[in-house]
């Protein structure tokens, strides 16, 4: 456990343990302190809110947009920019999350979309 020492002379969890304590990676020593020490209890918990702020305020700002998602499930865009959003969608859970509800075929659909086919190619016929 590294060790800092604030203004009040007690020693409290260093900036990357408190970063683990949020993130659940802490190991038994800093979830030991955690259970005697009010003030990194606090610090721990003023970044949580942080993060979960952040993750609110910057959730998918850096992704494709789902209409390009659906290009890039359909196969449209050009070769370069598909293996750009494939690189991504291998990182991301939420692209990739978007991305395996995009490919999933709705028997029902299918079956609707495949009957006005059908119906559209009899119509033609019958003219």
Request: hydrophobic fraction near 40%; include cysteine; proline fraction near 5%.
């Amino acid at each position: 456990m590294e060790e800092e020492q604030l203004s009040d002379g007690a020693t409290h969890l260093s900036g990357l343990e408190l970063v683990a304590a949020v993130d659940g990676e802490a190991d038994e020593t800093i979830l030991a302190h955690l259970n005697e020490c009010p003030l990194c209890r606090r610090r721990v918990a003023t970044l949580r809110n942080l993060q979960h702020a952040l993750r609110y305020r910057l959730y998918r700002v850096l992704c494709p947009s789902t209409d390009l998602l659906v290009d890039y499930c359909q196969g449209l865009l050009p070769p370069a920019q598909q293996a750009r959003i494939a690189h991504h969608v291998a990182s991301c859970p939420y692209c990739r999350s978007e991305v395996d509800l995009l490919m999933q075929r709705d028997p029902l659909i299918d079956r609707l979309l495949l009957a006005s086919l059908l119906n559209g190619r009899v119509m033609r016929y019958r003219r």
